[in-house]
Every structure is written in C-alpha cells, then in structure tokens.
C-alpha cells in the first residue's frame, strides 16, 4: 500500500532563472552534431566539448569521440576545439597535419584572447585572473609569448604580484570567475597599480554573472540549495560558493540520481539552479525525483531574461 501524495511531506521549491545552457555551451553542442551530419560519425573532439557529463554522452552516442590531444586525432577526419578555447599552437599543429578543424570556442572567450593579443602589441604586461588548470586559463595564455602574462589566482597573488614596469600593465580574467572574489582581486590590483588598464567591457560573462545573482535572490529565502553541474565546471561551483557565502547550505550534483534525501530532513524551502553547461532536462530530473519524495510546490524566480545568440562557423549554418 503505498502512502497517499498528502502523506509526503511539504517542500517549496524554488528555481532559479536564468539556469542551464548559455549561448556559448549552445553553439558548441550545434558545432558538433552539424559536423556529425555535414561528414559523418566519427567526428573527433579535441577535450569536453562542454563540462557535462550528460552532454558529453549525448554526443558520443551520435558518433563524437572526445580526445585530451591532438596526437589522438587520425589523419584525415575533422576535429572541433571545445567552448573553452585552446592555446595558438593547437590549431597551428593541426594545419601542420592537415586537420580540418571548427573552432566551437565561445566568442566571449575569443573576445578575452584578442584583447590578450592587442596588450602584448602593445608590449604591456598582462595579469590574468583565473583558475591554474583550467582548459579555459590554459588556452588564454597560450594566445601570447611565454613571460607576457601572469597568472592571477587570489587577493594574495595580487598583493605578492612585482612588476616590472608598474606603469605598464592590464588585467583580463576567466569568463567563469566568481563576481565578487573577482572583484576583490582587481580591486588590490587597481590600488597597488592606479594605471593597470582594465578590459573593455566585462571579462566575466552575461550567462555566469546572471546565474551567480539568481542563486543569491533565492539563497537567502532557501533552507538548503542544489546546482545541477560537473565538479569540472567552473562556473557551476561558483554557484555552489555563491549560495554558501549567502549563508545557505549547498550541494553540486550532476543529476538526480546524486541526490541524498537524508540531506534534504527538515528542508522546507529548496534552491534548485544548474550551471551553464548543464542542460534542462537534468533540472526536471531531479524536479520529477523531489516530487517523488515531497508534495512540491513550484516557483521560478527569474532575475534577468537572456536573449542572446551566436553565429555558427561558417559552412555549418544549413547544413
């Protein structure tokens, strides 16, 4: 016999909007499935297309195989560079082989190397804000010559960082940075370094920003939060360190079967977000799983609407 819906107990659960895919994550998973059906299975996959695990599978089941080098690639079939980006000599050694490759890299992230280019014309010296590891950080600093720009990672860094020349300096930073440790790094740079030139526009991007100020609209009113993301993705632990930082408890899982209902005794009111590369389909997974358990009442809390697209390479547009 099994209990009736008005025995399970009562949860709120609010979810964040914006959420999910960005236009960036977007574009990149067209990328591939174009070049699945423009040259057929198997395309190669230079690194996670996207930080998703789900998305990732998805596509290897329509023919992609996903690689860490270009060594790994066969002669003579396409390659695509994921939406992180890689460094100059990447695509260089592909030429060299005679690679056809399509560059899935997100135009916020080319935005960032192009500016790393103009500063180094420019022979200034380039802090970069970011996370050391990171395929994103990786391929930034492989756009420009070895000793032109240094890694940033935190206020200490900033503090410790001697320059050269402290009247010729600029800072960039990794699109998926938390908003306000940025913040206070550049904030130490702009203090020991008053002529430091800053990027045009925001380094940090819309669908990162916009995610980060969900999660602290609906953290204060949460008992405990979820984001949906891979513990690899950047801007979905970010979202984790966000709600913790408003005070509320969270977890970072990849779907729903992560979910440990002994974690959730006593919740009332439950945050539910996903990072950026986590597609909807995982949001209602673990929606449909706490309703399950719970008598559920759903609440979108949308703090900005996001309209924005990218082009596709050319070639890809109607194929």
Known sequence: MTDAPSARPPMTLLIAAPRGFCAGVDRAI?????????????????????????????????????????????????????????????????????????????????????????????????????????????????????????????????????????ENLAFLTQTTLSVDDTAAIVAVLERRFPSILPPKGEDICYATSNRQAAVKAIAPRCDALYVIGAPNSSNSVRLVEVAEREGTPARLIQRAGDIDLDWLHGVKTLGLTAGASAPEVLVREVVDLIGEHFDVREEQVETAQEHIAFKLPRGLEAA
């Not at 070049?35 to 290897?60: C, F, M, Q, T, W």
């Not at 460094?87 to 899935?104: I, Q």
């Not at 992230?109 to 790393?116: E, I, M, T, W």
């Not at 996370?131 to 990672?153: R, S």
């Open 30 to 166: 067209v990328i591939v499935e174009r070049a699945i059906e423009k040259y057929g299975a198997p395309v190669y996959v230079r690194h996670e297309i996207v930080h998703n695990k789900y998305v990732v599978d998805s596509l290897k089941a329509k023919g992609a195989i996903f690689v860490e080098e270009l060594d790994q690639v066969p002669d003579g079939l396409p390659v695509v560079f994921s939406a992180h980006g890689v460094p100059k000599a990447v695509p260089a050694k592909a030429e060299e082989r005679g690679l056809s490759y399509l560059d899935a890299t997100c135009p916020l992230v080319s935005k960032v190397h192009r500016q790393a280019e103009r500063h180094v014309k420019a022979d200034r010296h380039i802090l970069f804000i970011g996370h050391k590891g990171h395929p994103e950080v990786i391929g930034t600093l492989g756009q420009v010559p070895e000793g032109t720009m240094t890694l940033i990672e935190t206020v200490e860094d900033a503090e410790a960082f001697r320059p050269a020349d402290p």
